[in-house]
């Protein structure tokens, strides 16, 4: 399949991984809408694309969802980037406020789940959904249960929808270290813990963002690909 016309729309895509894979969609000629939540940055976004549509859309507003795929048009494919990054402090687990780990799932999850129930009903015959979650899956780091709970959360949406929405294709990206706007806010512990790990990793670096682009554009192309997972990590899963 190629990308060239294709209707695409990215939630997410005023930054990070969303933007790479809106621009690297439009290099291939697809006709690609971004949505996210803060109007300045989607503006921005679109200049710096130089072409595409923007859409203000805050996915926890589940009515606003419903509302703007009802007047929207179809969409060959539906891409799933949005994070807010809220941070759950705790010197220690027992410590754990849960109203706070719970928001840690409106936007990643949650956003993803009302995107999924609205969006679906406009995605073309031989579309396809593709959420993102993260290694945080599978390589859980000590303080954050939490997320590890997340980004799982996250992938196993991916394989009930991929049952639920069939002949819809519902896939998912787990990227590893991608260095995107996100990275400038890390807490430094997470960006050491990150660097002194990614050195023993087979690629001992972080990835770009128009690399874990390239995992969305395979599988809105891989027309027999549904109910897969694939990680962009530089091969952290290999590691001790
Ligand atoms: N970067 C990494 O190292 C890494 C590693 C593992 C997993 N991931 C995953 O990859 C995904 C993308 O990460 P990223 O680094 O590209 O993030 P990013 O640069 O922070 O981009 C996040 C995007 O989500 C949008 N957004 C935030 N809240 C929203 C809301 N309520 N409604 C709609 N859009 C919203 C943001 O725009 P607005 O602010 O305008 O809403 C922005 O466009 C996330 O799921 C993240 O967990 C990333």
């Known amino acids: 399949m190629e990308l060239k016309n294709q209707r695409i729309l990215v939630v997410g895509g005023s930054s990070g991984i969303g933007f790479a894979v809106a621009k690297a969609a439009l290099d291939h000629g697809a006709k690609v809408t971004i949505a996210s939540s803060k109007a300045d940055r989607l503006h921005d ?6 072409g595409g549509e923007g859409a203000q859309l805050d996915v926890t507003d589940e009515p606003s969802v419903k509302s703007y795929f009802e007047g929207s048009s179809q969409f060959d494919h539906i891409v799933f980037t949005a994070a807010d ?13 849960l109203a706070d780990a719970q928001a840690l799932f409106q936007v990643r999850f949650w956003g993803a789940m009302a995107v999924a129930k609205h969006g679906a009903k406009r995605i073309s015959s031989g579309g396809s959904l593709i959420l993102t979650n993260g290694m945080a899956a599978h390589r859980p780091q000590k303080g954050m249960p939490e997320a590890s709970a997340m980004a799982g959360a996250v992938e196993h949406l991916v394989l009930g929808l ?10 998912g990206v787990c990227p590893g270290a991608i260095v995107t706007e996100a990275w400038d806010d890390v807490p430094p512990e997470f960006r050491e813990f990150q660097e002194a790990r990614l050195s023993g990793q087979p690629l001992p670096r972080a ?17 027999y690909t549904t109910g897969q997972i694939l ?10």
Do not use: C
């Open 231 to 240: 990680r962009v990590e530089g091969g952290w899963t290999l590691s001790g």
């Open 45 to 50: 976004a679109v200049d710096r694309l130089g």
């Open 162 to 171: 991929a049952v639920e929405l069939a002949p819809i294709r519902v896939n």
């Open 85 to 97: 990054w809220t941070e759950v402090r705790h010197s220690s687990f027992f410590d754990l406020d």
């Open 207 to 223: 990835g770009q963002p128009a690399e874990a682009a390239e995992a969305y554009l395979y599988l809105m192309k891989g027309t």
